[in-house]
């Protein structure tokens, strides 16, 4: 898609800013029809079982209904995989997403709505090998526990999550869950803020998916991943790491709507 890899270019060397509604849209060809100001409907019925069975996922607000953003994840996999930012997370709000995965054949074949826990901004070197696995442990671990005392802070209701127990475990969501560890994914993201591609930004990423059961059926994903900014708004001096956790639900494309 000429698009995104003339908006990669225009974030990695930091161009000058396109002139306003002369500038070619870069965020055309995306799977579902989506574009930068589209209107999105989400039926919430798999939301509200998913908060019912002790889900960390945040609801959408009233005013969550528009694309802000769009990226586009560069995988060293087949496939493509998208994400349709409702909330950046830029500022005060934290991030609320869904995540398309479109596969060789370019079908959907899966739809995440996301909303951002936390963020980390690991403090040591160590801490760094081990969110991005470069000392072969910490992410990309058989399992991972979310314990009660890391969200105390949080407008959670712990006693629905955690119910008698001081933690819930997730496991890795790839690979053969008898091995005790595998690297982590790594790709790059190019975030596009704007419809000419001249503010959003690009990182490197290394991230896993983690999933548990909820009560009641169906799966809750706890995706981490560390970004390492490279550029905002193309400039390189914007430079950053952190770790994010994300919850996600799997939500059917026909309870789905973009216009």
């Known amino acids: 898609m000429m698009g995104w890899t003339d908006a990669y270019n225009y974030l990695r060397n930091g161009a000058a800013k396109l002139a306003g509604n002369e500038a070619p849209r870069t965020d055309g060809d995306l799977p579902l029809g989506a ?14 079982r998913a908060v019912s069975g002790g889900s960390l996922i945040t ?17 060293k996999q087949s496939g493509g995989l998208y994400r349709y930012y409702l909330e950046t997370g830029d500022l005060d709000d934290k991030e609320k997403f869904l995540q398309v995965y479109q596969n060789a054949s370019g079908e959907v074949s899966e739809i995440m ?70 690297p982590p994914f790594t790709g790059t993201e190019v975030r596009l803020d704007d ?30 991943t560390t970004e390492i900014i490279h550029s905002v708004n193309g400039d390189a001096s914007k430079r950053g790491i952190h770790v994010d956790f994300v919850i996600g639900i799997p939500v059917e494309q026909q309870r789905i709507v973009i216009q």
Do not use: K
């Not at 574009?35 to 798999?46: A, K, L, M, T």
């Not at 609801?59 to 995988?75: F, G, M």
């Open 195 to 224: 419809a000419s591609g001249s503010t959003g930004l690009r990182q490197d990423m290394y991230f896993m998916p983690y999933v548990r059961e909820l009560r009641g059926g169906g799966h809750e994903y706890l995706l981490i």
């Open 59 to 75: 609801l959408p607000d009233a005013d969550d209904t528009r694309i802000v953003a769009v990226s586009q994840i560069r995988l």
């Open 113 to 182: 709505y996301c909303t951002q826990l936390a963020r980390v901004i690991p403090q040591t070197a160590e801490d760094q090998d081990a969110y991005t696995g470069q000392a072969g442990a910490g992410l990309g671990d058989r399992s991972y526990t979310l314990w009660r005392e890391q969200l105390n802070d949080l407008d959670l209701d712990l006693e629905l999550i955690f119910g008698a127990g001081e933690g819930v475990d997730y496991w890795r969501d790839a690979g053969d869950p008898e091995v005790a560890y595998m």
């Open 35 to 48: 574009r930068i100001g589209s209107v999105v409907g989400i039926q919430q019925s798999p939301l509200l």
